[in-house]
């Protein structure tokens, strides 16, 4: 089946820096979203993209489906971007970047 | 309904004991998908209905596991002779077309907050 990698695992940032968070992706696609788990569990989506490029408000996403990855930028960061981002291809979940925001 | 509602939130059970928890996706929704979450973990695939029908249930994790869905709408995850190792956040989603028809926004997938189980 496919195979979904997301980088770094954890992610330690300043508030006000920038990040970029990684997908890989085994097998073409026309189905990969975004989600954000927040610290109580809640999980939100934050872009359907399958290719393409997308913004919304601090953060945006690229992906390449050609080259088999994603990427998510977070500019800005606030502590309220803290939680679990996943990447999910299709059916399949990435095990998630832990991302904490300090003030 | 606005968004999707899951039931019961939490469930403590006694090892052995069956348990059912239940989904109701967003009005108009054709797909439903039920993922297991263990602490501090990954989201697991379980089975992915379309309508009432389910194209793909290879996630379930044994025979002890097994799922419906009524009505193209509310669905019902059942576990059998529950033990220890159940024990996680079990998440519905919905989306209003499903992955494997066609791709496009309709796709995108809506997480309902989870039933937390806890097997004892």
């Known amino acids: 089946g496919i195979q979904v990698e997301q980088s770094p695992p954890d992610l330690i940032l300043q508030e006000g820096a920038n990040s970029t968070l990684r997908c890989n992706f085994s097998d073409s696609v026309n189905n990969l979203q975004w989600f954000h788990q927040n610290p109580w569990g809640q999980l939100?989506?934050?872009?359907?993209?399958?290719?393409g490029t997308k913004q919304n408000g601090r953060l945006s996403a690229t992906t390449v489906a050609t080259e088999r990855y994603s990427l998510?930028?977070?500019?800005?960061?606030?502590?309220?971007?803290?939680?679990v981002y996943f990447c999910a291809v299709g059916l399949i979940f990435g095990a998630g970047t832990r991302l904490a925001v300090h003030p | 309904g606005a968004g999707v509602s899951q039931s019961p939130s939490n469930k403590v059970t006694e090892k052995g004991k069956d348990v059912e928890l239940r989904c109701d996706p967003i009005s108009g929704h054709t797909a439903l998908y039920w993922y297991r979450q263990s602490l501090g973990q990954g989201l697991e695939f379980l089975i992915y209905f379309q309508g009432n029908s389910a194209p793909?249930?290879?996630g379930l994790p044994s025979d002890r596991f097994s799922a419906e869905r009524t009505g193209g709408s509310v669905s019902t995850l059942t576990i059998q002779r529950t033990q220890q190792e159940d024990s996680a956040v079990y998440l519905c989603a919905s989306s209003f077309r499903g992955y494997l028809l066609t791709s496009g926004s309709g796709n995108t997938i809506y997480f309902g907050e989870g039933s937390w189980l806890t097997v004892v």
């Open chain 1, 72 to 83: 998510l930028y977070i500019s800005s960061s606030q502590t309220t971007d803290s939680g």
């Open chain 2, 56 to 58: 793909d249930k290879s």
């Open chain 1, 44 to 51: 939100i989506n934050l872009f359907y993209i399958p290719s």
